[in-house]
């Protein structure tokens, strides 16, 4: 059995007290949890206590972790739990923990999302990106269409204001390369005349000689780097040899 060997004030944590087990130091817990355990200095401490002074070294180890991630940087609740269940806290000293936070005023999903949505509104991000975002980190549905429509009005944005605010952050980002390197880049983002698999332009097999690209219809002009779909022509695959250029067809037989 364990014996309780120390118990004394935290001089670093007002309300704590630093105790100790079999003379080896074991937590430091509130002094209010502990006033409500049937401890005795010297004495062995009962079972059922003991693992009650695990959950509570738990659940302070916890509460100090997601302390320190939110000072950090905020989180959406759920996506804070996730970071905590990842470092191998307890899922239960987690809730204890993130309870804990949401009291204080330390955890609260819908200032979280307003505040993400505003901040990144103002650099050009959309409501539809902006939503997406925030269900990633686990904000419902409903909070984070509600939120990113006043965050947007907040800002004085709307969705076109958006679209334009992205199109100029577009434009200072290719104002300084040559013309063909600009033509190149808007062209990644829209998808050719010819379309191309799932939409998007496809990159360039490593390793593949650019002539042989050429030939497939990669690489050519200022579409460099995209697979075109559909069936060649005879403007993008002229012959070869220029003697047979305007030669009528062959006769079959």
Do not use: N
């Not at 509130?30 to 401490?45: H, Q, V, W």
């Not at 509104?121 to 269900?135: F, K, N, S, Y």
């Not at 650019?210 to 990669?218: D, M």
């Not at 779909?229 to 070869?240: I, L």
Request: aromatic content about 2%; charged content about 30%.
């Amino acid at each position: 059995m364990a014996v309780l060997t120390g118990l004394a004030p935290d001089p670093r944590q007002p309300g704590y007290q630093l105790v100790e087990v079999d003379r080896g130091r074991f937590a430091s817990l509130p002094a209010a949890d502990l006033e409500l355990l049937p401890l005795t200095l010297g004495r062995e401490i009962p079972e059922r206590a003991l693992d009650r002074l695990r959950e509570l070294a738990d659940l302070e180890a916890a509460w100090r972790a997601a302390l320190r991630i939110q000072r950090q940087r905020g989180h959406a609740r759920l996506d804070l739990k996730r970071r905590l269940l990842r470092k191998q806290h307890p899922p239960a000293a987690v809730d204890g923990a993130l309870d804990r936070l949401t009291a204080r005023g330390l955890l609260d999903d819908r200032e979280y999302a307003f505040h993400f949505a505003a901040t990144h509104a103002a650099r050009g991000r959309g409501a539809p990106r902006l939503v997406r975002d925030l269900l990633a980190q686990g904000v419902e549905r409903r909070l984070a269409e509600g939120v990113v429509q006043e965050a947007l009005a907040s800002e004085g944005l709307d969705d076109d204001a958006t679209a334009r605010a992205v199109a100029e952050r577009r434009a200072r980002q290719l104002a300084g390369l040559p013309p063909e390197s600009q033509r190149r880049r808007r062209g990644a983002t829209r998808a050719p005349a010819g379309g191309t698999a799932a939409g998007v332009a496809a990159t360039p097999a490593a390793g593949v000689p650019r002539a042989a690209r050429v030939q497939r219809g990669e690489g050519a002009g200022v579409g460099e780097g995209v697979v075109r779909v559909g069936r060649p022509t005879a403007d993008t695959h002229p012959t070869k040899d220029p003697s047979l250029a305007g030669a009528p067809p062959a006769r079959s037989g």
